[in-house]
């Protein structure tokens, strides 16, 4: 897995193995406010770039993601079914109940007290298959829904609420990639 902390390092990173067809792991540890978006196109992008996102459009990723200082994503790129961002979900719901926080899940996403905090989605093209995950340690609602043009379905969360760092879930999951 390799460890990025720059937004722009990290997508061209990722471009450049989905170029490729390259197998390749990332955990992106966030410094800026940024969103990726790929189809179908959920997303205003001069409004992101009004509010001083970094926009990556992405043609694998499904829908939108806005992502916030100190918010973890991560990303693999394989030929192979792993899926190791599910688990690291699951372990951080885990984690929330035994923290005594109500958490569930409901489909991809991770709900914290009702508020989705993280999620994970995959995407396979031709035996190439994407699977990402997001945890929001901040968010930003009022900005989420002036960038993005559909309405949420969830009230966003953040995990600082919960008392909950990208480094604290990066010490619970890591070893899911050693």
Not at 25 to 36: N, P, S
Not at 77 to 82: A, G
Not at 150 to 174: F, V
Request: hydrophobic share 40%; with cysteine.
């Amino acid at each position: 897995m390799r460890i990025i902390r720059d937004e722009r390092e990290g997508m061209e990173a990722v471009l450049s193995a989905l170029s490729t067809g390259a197998e390749a792991e990332f955990a992106l540890f966030h410094r800026r406010k940024a969103a990726v978006y790929g189809e179908p196109r959920y997303f205003d992008e001069a409004a992101a770039s009004r509010e001083g996102l970094l926009c990556f459009p992405l043609r694998h990723h499904q829908g939108t993601t806005v992502c916030f200082p100190g918010d973890l994503s991560l990303m693999e790129l394989r030929h192979d079914r792993t899926c190791r961002c599910r688990e690291a979900i699951h372990r951080v719901r885990e984690w929330l109940l035994a923290m005594g926080v109500p958490a569930r899940m409901e489909g991809n996403d991770l709900l914290a007290d009702g508020r989705k905090v993280a999620s994970w989605a995959a995407n396979e093209q031709g035996g190439y298959r994407q699977t990402a995950a997001h945890f929001s340690i901040h968010t930003e609602p009022e900005l989420i829904r002036r960038v993005c043009a559909k309405p949420m379905k969830k009230e966003p969360g953040a995990l600082a609420g919960c008392g909950l760092s990208a480094e604290d879930i990066w010490s619970l999951i890591s070893d899911l990639w050693e």
